[in-house]
């Protein structure tokens, strides 16, 4: 009688509060980060940064599944650079949402807000790097 391997996934825990601050904090930084280098992409002071990350983080977490879900087509006919457009618009939403509420967080333009979101995906990426290898260590 031949065995069949079967893999048993982990039972999926939900994100703890400490997960839901290091993505703020690594959001922030990649703000930050997009404000210094991309022209374009302003930040006033550290309260609209923080403020200003509070909303795009609102932003991603309600809309940015939904406009992927809509887009899912461009996405694969594009093999997945669409999704960078797809941020573009999410930080746009969220620049436009802070100049509602009066913070001092403006993303100027389109292109802007391509490089920012581009920005803000390098840093996303290297801390899952970073955090990637510093949990390889880990059983």
Avoid: K
């Avoid at 703890?16 to 703000?31: D, E, H, K």
């Avoid at 509420?101 to 807000?113: E, K, P, S, T, Y």
């Amino acid at each position: 009688m031949r065995q069949v391997f079967v893999y048993q996934y982990p039972e999926p825990r939900p994100p703890s509060l400490g997960t839901y601050l290091v993505r703020f904090a690594i959001n922030a930084a990649g703000l930050f980060l997009a404000s210094e280098l991309v022209p374009g992409v302003e930040i006033g002071d550290w309260q609209s940064l923080l403020a200003g990350t509070a909303i795009f983080a609102i932003v991603n977490m309600l809309l940015r599944p939904l406009a992927l879900f809509l887009s899912c087509c461009l996405v694969v006919a594009t093999f997945g650079l669409f999704v960078l457009v797809v941020n573009a618009l999410m930080l746009e939403l969220a620049s436009w949402a802070a100049g509602r509420l009066g913070l001092a967080f403006h993303v100027d333009g389109f292109w802007a807000a391509i490089l920012g979101a581009l920005v803000i995906s390098c840093v996303s990426l290297l801390a899952q790097i970073v955090a990637g290898s510093a949990r390889v260590g880990r059983s």
